[in-house]
């Protein structure tokens, strides 16, 4: 990379770029590329390596993957993401892992959150999670520390992961309570959120890290609703009324909190036959 690292759009998901893939106009794109324009040339390239649907342009994955390096020398870190799968999956390229590796940690050390997650992943080497695997030897440190970066930028899944490796004990100390901090954290991060909810749940209800509060339990399996129903119900079970409306109320906050909304705040519950009534 020779100039100035810049995004494009560093979110964690996997269609992180999906706006910038509509309303595509190749001509303007063609002319933007040839001034340099390194937004440009990353997505031509991807058009042209035919990983882009939808749109009715002859595959050139010679041309796609000069695009992409010129968008890399350009500045923009995403090509750097781009690549590593480019050369780990072998597409329109023989694979090449020290490749695809020094792609992927390039642009992890420049700060591109979905980088340091499969980096993170592949060090940690299990069957969880978009990990490549086989590029380099497992090492829980260091994926932890990849794990941290990414979390550190608003990543809620690499945060649960850091959760899990204190609450297992995975190459430090066995830790509940920052087990429990990292979830807590993870429920106010802007990428997925919502994935420390089931976490948080089993936390409330076994005192892990906490103590023990069954309003917040409740709480919290609503929030995983139509996955939660079961868990609501054994835990109406071991409270009172009002301890449930009061979790129900605490849900609706949330939800109203956050623009996001599940069957149980629309008075819908859901059935053993998969419907809501």
């Known amino acids: 990379?020779?100039?100035?690292?810049?995004?494009?759009?560093?979110?964690?998901?996997?269609?992180?770029?999906?706006?910038?893939?509509?309303?595509?106009?190749m001509t303007q794109l063609a002319e933007d590329s040839k001034k340099n324009d390194g937004e440009a040339k990353l997505i031509l390239g991807?058009?042209?390596?035919?990983?882009?649907?939808?749109?009715?342009?002859?595959?050139?994955?010679?041309?796609?993957?000069?695009?992409?390096?010129?968008?890399?020398?350009?500045?923009?870190?995403?090509?750097?993401h781009i690549l590593f799968k480019v050369y780990f999956y072998g597409h329109g390229v023989r694979v090449n892992h020290p490749l695809a590796l020094a792609y992927l940690e390039a642009s992890?050390?420049?700060?591109?959150?979905?980088?340091?997650?499969?980096?993170?992943y592949a060090?940690?080497?299990?069957?969880?999670g978009p990990q490549p695997r086989g590029i380099v030897e497992l090492d829980i440190e260091k994926a932890r520390y990849w794990f941290t970066k990414a979390a550190e930028q608003g990543d809620a899944?690499?945060?649960?992961?850091?959760?899990?490796?204190?609450?297992?004990?995975?190459?430090?100390?066995?830790?509940?309570?920052?087990?429990?901090?990292?979830?807590?954290?993870?429920?106010?991060?802007?990428?997925?959120?919502?994935?420390?909810?089931?976490g948080l749940a089993m936390c409330y209800e076994q005192g892990?890290?906490?103590?023990?509060?069954?309003?917040?339990?409740?709480?919290?399996?609503?929030?995983?609703?139509?996955?939660g129903a079961p868990d609501k119900r054994r835990l109406e079970a071991m409270m009172?009324?009002?301890?449930?409306?009061?979790?129900i109320r605490l849900s609706r906050e949330w939800q109203e909190e956050h623009g996001v909304f599940v069957p149980s705040y629309y008075g819908l519950e859901y059935q053993p036959d998969g419907s809501f009534k």
């Open 240 to 247: 009172t009324p009002e301890q449930v409306q009061d979790a």
């Open 157 to 198: 899944e690499s945060a649960t992961q850091l959760a899990q490796i204190y609450y297992k004990g995975l190459g430090v100390p066995k830790d509940d309570k920052v087990a429990f901090e990292w979830l807590k954290r993870a429920e106010n991060m802007p990428f997925e959120g919502r994935m420390s909810h089931s």
């Open 46 to 80: 991807l058009i042209y390596l035919d990983m882009v649907t939808g749109i009715e342009e002859p595959v050139d994955k010679a041309y796609g993957l000069t695009l992409l390096q010129e968008a890399w020398q350009l500045g923009v870190v995403d090509a750097g």
């Open 1 to 25: 990379m020779e100039n100035t690292p810049y995004f494009i759009s560093n979110a964690p998901s996997r269609y992180a770029l999906s706006e910038r893939l509509e309303n595509i106009d």
């Open 123 to 128: 060090y940690r080497g299990n069957s969880q």
């Open 108 to 120: 992890a050390e420049k700060g591109y959150i979905r980088s340091q997650k499969n980096l993170a």
């Open 208 to 227: 892990i890290g906490t103590e023990v509060d069954l309003v917040q339990a409740y709480k919290y399996y609503d929030l995983e609703d139509p996955a």
